[in-house]
């Protein structure tokens, strides 16, 4: 199973070769074990690793404290004690506990990385529709207007985090959602990435800001509007939200730089970094959420996370805007 270390594999070989008792042993565990060779190694029921991975979370939640873990491994570690077996316990017994570790440490625990992606993949649809209902709710109280700031056609929606009076990046409007208490800022951050774990943003500095703090408190990216469209509301299915564009990476802190970015294969092909580039989650106008592996959706061959005039070689300013409605575009 790769669990031994080097002496241990060496005491065991020698083991073998001088006690006819562990021999007989270890045949007998062979003999238990051979199903499992054929068994499927990448098949593991959806159901079960859902159920595993709340089991886990919930004795998680139960005894959480890492410094009493730590000093459990350091008490572990020091401790002189040496596990003997004797040979003369049941067989049976050895070989049936002998299984169940095996069948553990070769099939569930390689899908548990899985059901980890599984379960952030999930809980990121459940915030993407904790969002939706706040942008219907603002929509209600505000006679169908989406959250929007007026922002001048080719202004830099790149300025993520910007604060001054100036309207720039397309993330002010769903700042409004935050600031008039709509939805949680926290909402924004998506559990798939590695950081989200230590990014909280306190709820009482929300009205010091005009914009999210910063590119690192919204995972998602947002539709850039076609300056000519007459489409009002969460009306139809159209994309209004995605995780966060691939071109989103590589945007400047300063603010006052010239941005330039040169598109590549990789930026132009590669899926979001919020889901370890295995798919993205996407918000439609009517509630649903979709995940896919591949950069357009079930219901368009368009690419959400760039223009159709962008080409792999050319450059962008950060201004750009879809030129028709079905040019889906979302930035940053």
């Known amino acids: 199973m790769g669990l031994a270390s080097n002496s241990d594999v060496i005491q065991g070989r020698e083991l073998l070769a001088t006690r006819p008792e562990a021999v007989t042993i270890f045949k007998t565990l062979k003999r238990a074990l051979a199903p499992l060779d054929e068994m499927p190694r990448e098949a593991c029921p959806d159901e079960l690793v859902d159920r595993t991975v709340a089991s886990l979370m919930d004795r998680a ?28 316990r049941n067989w049976g017994d050895i070989a049936t506990v002998a299984a169940v570790l095996v069948l553990f440490v070769g099939i569930v625990l390689p899908a548990l990385g899985h059901a980890r992606q599984k379960y952030q993949q999930q809980r990121c649809q459940t915030q993407l529709s904790s969002v939706h209902n706040a942008m219907a709710s603002y929509v209600s109280d505000h006679d169908g207007q989406m959250p929007r700031v007026p922002v001048a056609p080719g202004s830099p929606w790149w300025k993520v985090g910007y604060q001054g009076a100036a309207n720039h990046s397309n993330t002010r409007g769903p700042w409004l959602l935050v600031k008039e208490g709509y939805v949680d800022p926290n909402r924004f951050i998506c559990p798939g990435r590695p950081e989200s774990r230590e990014l909280r943003f306190d709820t009482l500095e929300v009205a010091n800001y005009n914009d999210f703090p910063g590119a690192t408190y919204i995972h998602f990216s947002i539709r850039i509007g076609c300056p000519e469209s007459k489409q009002q509301g969460l009306t139809g299915r159209r994309v209004i939200l995605a995780d966060r564009n691939p071109l989103s990476e590589k945007l400047p802190t300063d603010y006052s730089a010239q941005f330039a970015l040169k598109l590549c294969h990789e930026l132009m092909t590669s899926n979001s970094a919020n889901h370890n580039r295995r798919g993205q989650n996407v918000l439609f106008c009517d509630g649903s959420v979709e995940f896919t592996r591949r950069r357009n959706t079930s219901i368009s061959e368009d690419d959400i996370y760039t223009l159709s005039n962008m080409t792999d070689g050319c450059e962008i300013s950060g201004c750009e805007v879809p030129s028709c409605e079905t040019d889906a575009f979302l930035a940053p």
Do not use: M
């Open 61 to 88: 939640h139960a005894d959480s404290s890492e410094d009493r873990l730590e000093k459990l491994l350091v008490t572990e570690q020091t401790a002189p004690t040496r596990i003997r077996i004797p040979f003369w």
